[in-house]
């Protein structure tokens, strides 16, 4: 059956189509298997709860008539300001108007979270665009530039709030530099989510085509209930699709993690347990609770843009098991580097079992894709990464170093996980393409234009004078039932036929080389040399696997040998300008001279400038699952979720790769090198 929906229709109807509801909600009460939800072009101020569940054979969707015509936003205009003095306007809320929910007397705040400045799950907006918010009526009449913003200049237009607990009124402030609010779009979030079911187990719905923004959400860390302007809320089988997700306060699309009382930002309210203790609980009380495939998980998320959210664009720990995040276009997000902490990026997922994230353009976010703890048959193919990094303008001082652990941004992290994580057919050009703190990830067909860094670092707990190694879980082989928990030797990784690009450093960078050149520092080890030299260290096989010939059997006390180094794999590369392959890769091709790598938007879309395909040659085999072997602790091979093997026999553009031979990076031509990528 077809439910219509129409906030310009004079009344509210029965649904039907001459007889439209005038909210999302009405149709989302009773809405059935098998129905479609026809949402005419309007602004719908409402947060969509939806009540009743899809099934795998009749989903219920929720479609815009029009591309973005139909915007479900969690916020509401304010007319009534006045002019207190200078640029700095004044207005005042009914507390009523906020329900049970006020976001300007609610903290941002959760494990993980960098709570040293104040910030509220409230919003103001000038023409779509978010304030800063700031401490003090003093501060938004003397605003300073806030020097960690990738656009210091935006942050001028300020705001703060404070009660008027006589009147029962929320009193906001807001600098618009200038701009009269009358002759603006003046908004300030109200509602703390804009389409999330509050039941769990609403599953099998699809979201379609919708601009979506606006929410007064919270900090989403693993270890509490993961909130988001639009998702699953702990169910399965939803599709997100060409829907336009902006300007949520913390996060855009959350797959994640379901309300665990007993361990509720427990790390951030008791201060007793470390928070990866608490992690580690909450995955093994998740699955005493149905953490499984047949119910959580296998969602969809594609063609849609994800852009200018605080946190993150998405979120997901345990929820987003099996899933596929593909042509999307992601940017923009945590930018504004006002919310600090880990839990940020364009993707942020724990425990990404068996999800595919491939096709996507991800750039000009603090950091692309952040993949935490259990990335086990992850598979990250076929994205253009570039821009994710400090801000081009970025001055090294003291106020800009503080705190930026969270904020110096790569393409890809991942961290504290076993794997099997299979990283190919990539472009990488931002500045670092890949924070590794983690073992068993392979590298395959990659153009690789960023340095690695944290090599062999960051899977420690940071404490001073105790040791504090961090142990994850990892799975049985695409499952969620747990086999064990270990700590990180460090290696187990492989790389096979990609290009590695050394690019100008920006003077932004040298400052920072240089000054962090001689301050240890166990999270970064701000490497901004590009190449797999960074492994020179570590064990190839036969030299790791030889200090166990004649141990097996034999009962001794001297057990370093199962503590080092795993042993790393590589061959096939290729390094241009000044890029260094490692002392153990025999077969390295290494190019001199300088080499053009950039990309450049145009209107009919994204395109790459190099010239470096023109000096490849067709010597490197064809890469397989069979090639690279099993990622050493949970014994998975690098395969297809459905556990089939992968030959890397398709480039970026899905060409084939023909013959016995081919040549290194993600095209198997160069005449590709110049195609349209997006």
């Not at 042509?327 to 595919?356: F, M, P, S």
């Not at 395959?444 to 944290?454: D, M, R």
Request: glycine share 8%; aromatic share 10%; proline share 5%.
């Amino acid at each position: 059956m077809k439910l219509y929906v129409d906030v310009n229709a004079p009344m509210s109807g029965d649904g039907s189509e001459k007889r439209p509801f005038t909210t999302i909600q009405a149709a989302a009460d009773v809405a059935q298997p098998g129905d479609v939800v026809l949402v005419a072009p309007g602004v719908y101020r409402e947060n969509v709860n939806p009540k009743h569940a899809g099934t795998a054979d009749a989903r219920i969707e929720y479609r815009s008539v029009e591309p973005f015509g139909a915007v479900i936003t969690g916020a509401e205009p304010v007319t009534d300001w006045e002019l207190a003095s200078g640029d700095v306007w004044v207005t005042r809320i009914e507390n009523s108007l906020f329900g049970d929910y006020n976001p300007y007397t609610t903290r941002v705040a959760g494990d993980w979270f960098d709570g040293r400045t104040v910030h509220h799950t409230g919003e103001v907006y000038l023409n779509d665009q978010a304030l800063y918010e700031v401490n003090s009526l003093a501060e938004v009449k003397a605003p300073k530039p806030y020097l960690r913003s990738f656009e210091p200049e935006k942050t001028l237009l300020t705001w703060y709030a404070e009660q008027d607990a006589a009147a029962d009124q929320t009193v906001i402030y807001a600098n618009f530099q200038g701009v009269d609010p009358p002759t603006a779009q003046v908004e300030i979030n109200v509602r703390k989510e804009c389409f999330f079911p509050q039941q769990e187990g609403i599953g099998y719905l699809t979201v379609s085509g919708f601009a979506i923004n606006k929410a007064a959400t919270q900090w989403a860390p693993p270890t509490a209930f993961q909130d988001g302007m639009i998702g699953p809320h702990w169910s399965k089988g939803w599709i997100i699709e060409d829907c336009d997700i902006a300007n949520s306060k913390c996060v855009g699309i959350s797959l994640g993690k379901y309300l665990q009382p007993n361990n509720d930002n427990k790390w951030l309210k008791t201060k007793l347990k470390d928070g990866t203790q608490t992690e580690r609980e909450a995955v093994l009380q998740a699955s005493y609770e149905g953490w499984d495939k047949d119910h959580i998980g296998s969602h969809v998320i594609r063609r849609n843009h994800i852009h200018d959210n605080g946190q993150a664009g998405i979120v997901g720990h345990l929820g987003c098991i099996f899933s596929v995040i593909e042509d999307n276009e992601i940017d923009r997000n945590n930018i504004r580097q006002n919310l600090g902490g880990a839990e940020t990026g364009g993707i942020k997922l724990h425990a990404a079992i068996d999800v595919i994230i491939r096709r996507n353009q991800i750039h000009f976010n603090n950091r692309g894709i952040w993949l935490d703890c259990q990335a086990q048959g992850t598979r990250v193919s076929q994205n253009v990464f570039y821009d994710n990094t400090l801000p081009f303008d970025f001055e090294v001082n003291e106020d800009t170093l503080d705190g930026l652990l969270m904020g110096l941004g790569e393409d890809l992290w991942v961290e504290v996980s076993h794997g099997p994580t299979l990283v190919d057919n990539n472009l990488m050009l931002s500045d670092r393409s890949l924070r590794l703190a983690a073992q068993g990830v392979a590298l395959v067909h990659n153009l690789i234009a960023g340095s690695f860094c944290a090599v062999g670092r960051g899977t420690n707990n940071n404490s001073v004078n105790v040791p504090s190694d961090r142990y994850t879980p990892y799975h049985v082989p695409h499952g969620t039932q747990v086999v064990g928990f270990m700590s990180f030797l460090h290696g187990d990784d492989r790389f096979y036929n990609n290009i590695f690009v050394q690019k100008p450093l920006r003077d932004s960078i040298k400052a920072l080389e240089a000054r962090k050149a001689d301050e240890p520092d166990e999270w970064d080890d701000y490497n901004f040399k590009v190449g797999s030299q960074v492994f020179n260290d570590y064990p190839v096989y036969e030299e790791w696997i030889k200090q166990f010939e004649g141990y097996q059997n034999i009962y001794a006390p001297n057990n370093d040998r199962y503590y080092g180094h795993l042993p790393v794999y590589e061959g096939g590369n290729v390094y241009f300008g000044g890029a260094t392959p490692s002392v153990h890769e025999t077969d390295a091709q290494v190019v001199a001279g300088s080499v053009d790598v950039a990309v450049e938007q145009r209107a009919d879309g994204l395109y790459l400038k190099t010239d470096l395909f023109e000096q490849l040659q067709a010597h490197q085999g064809i890469i397989t699952t069979a090639t690279l072997g099993e990622a050493f602790e949970p014994e998975q091979r690098y395969e297809n979720p459905d556990g089939t093997p992968i030959t890397f026999d398709q480039d970026y553009f899905g060409h084939a790769r023909v013959g016995v031979k081919t040549v290194a990076g993600p095209f198997a031509r160069a005449s590709e090198a110049g195609q349209k990528l997006i």
